[in-house]
């Protein structure tokens, strides 16, 4: 239901600080909204069910609402002083609910503070008024939710549920750079990147960006940005597309586990279609190449080794022929074959962790089209 039980929100409300930012999660009615009108500084809403935004005029309630999946949506970092997490967990399978967590920990940071509630008894649910966002998918109690980590205090009623958790940093990759190469006209989007960047659940030594100022082109704008980058890993990120929680985690690990050169995982796409569907959980064969994308985890060194994405000299018309897939072979496909012809050790990850985002202002990394 958009409304939940007003069992502990007092509760809640004491521990609100006056003058704050606040994060809502999972807005529904927007009733936190309306409880802390007149007592925070800033209260933004995250809603997954579009619906809700205008039957109940939550853009008239909250200064600025997340559309989307609270778990894949970029949230920045050490901004919120509290998130509240309204009867949201029991929505979410156990293991995506506690994505949701360490993700809401992970964005208030150690001096922030996470409220949660949450039903403790059987308490099922299942789609209402269309929206299927809305069943109950795992069921807490309270020796659960105290088992959380971060909790400081927790309250026990009859229905509900409360406690209230302190944030954390992420663990640091401290041999990993994240390069995002972008250009002048994309300031809004390189936000959304480095801030999907700043929620992961395993965070980089450093997040460099490079713009094409002088309109090189991206294959230039991207073998820039290697020459910048010091550590022996290394993880690209178009300006328009953004990372998931997991995905410098997911990558890094495989990386590590299989003692891999190159790792590349499979995206979700906004605003269009997969060009190479049939690609996702494909193991890589070094016989066979086949298209991957520039979002990928590697070893700077191979790299630097293969030519980087401007070397477009050791694919023969044949070979192009036979690996592009019907498709022009641009210079992440060209890097990827020329880093495997040196023996490069490339892994797939069988898991969509960052978005592709086709837009009006997509340029294909041609410095003409800006």
Do not use: C
Request: aromatic content about 10%.
């Amino acid at each position: 239901m958009p409304w939940s039980a007003d069992e502990h929100r007092n509760w809640i409300l004491d521990r609100i600080e006056p003058d704050s930012y606040v994060l809502d999660v999972g807005a529904g009615a927007g009733v936190w909204a309306d409880l802390l009108k007149d007592k925070v500084k800033v209260i933004d809403a995250v809603e997954i069910f579009t619906p809700y935004v205008w039957r109940f005029g939550l853009q008239q309630k909250y200064r600025k609402i997340y559309h989307g999946d609270f778990r894949t949506l970029p949230i920045p970092v050490n901004y919120y002083d509290y998130i509240i997490l309204g009867d949201v967990l029991e929505h979410f399978k156990y293991e995506d609910a506690m994505v949701v967590w360490e993700k809401s920990r992970n964005i208030i940071g150690p001096e922030g503070r996470i409220l949660l509630s949450s039903p403790i008894i059987d308490f099922p649910q299942g789609e209402e008024e269309g929206n299927i966002h809305e069943s109950h998918l795992h069921q807490f109690d309270m020796e659960s939710l105290r088992s959380l980590s971060g909790v400081l205090e927790s309250v026990e009623g009859t229905i509900i549920g409360s406690i209230m958790a302190e944030g954390t940093v992420a663990p640091v990759a401290e041999d990993l750079t994240v390069l995002i190469t972008t250009i002048p006209t994309r300031e809004d989007r390189l936000d959304k990147a480095l801030v999907s960047v700043e929620n992961q659940s395993l965070a980089p030594k450093s997040i460099k960006w490079i713009t094409d100022t002088e309109r090189v082109g991206a294959p230039q704008n991207r073998d820039n940005g290697i020459a910048l980058v010091d550590t022996k890993w290394v993880a690209l990120l178009d300006d328009d597309d953004y990372f998931y929680p997991d995905h410098l985690e997911s990558l890094y690990n495989a990386a590590i586990d299989n003692d891999a050169d190159i790792v590349y995982s499979w995206f979700d796409v906004e605003g269009g279609s997969d060009p190479f569907p049939e690609n996702f959980g494909k193991p890589w064969n070094p016989e066979k190449p086949i298209q991957t994308t520039i979002t990928i985890l590697a070893k700077t060194d191979i790299i630097r080794k293969a030519g980087g994405y401007t070397n477009v000299h050791n694919m023969s018309g044949e070979e192009l022929g036979e690996f592009a897939q019907g498709n022009t072979a641009g210079e992440d496909f060209r890097l990827i074959f020329n880093a495997n012809k040196l023996g490069a050790k490339i892994v797939h990850v069988p898991k969509k962790t960052w978005a592709y985002v086709h837009h009006s202002s997509n340029t294909s990394g041609l410095p003409d089209r800006w």
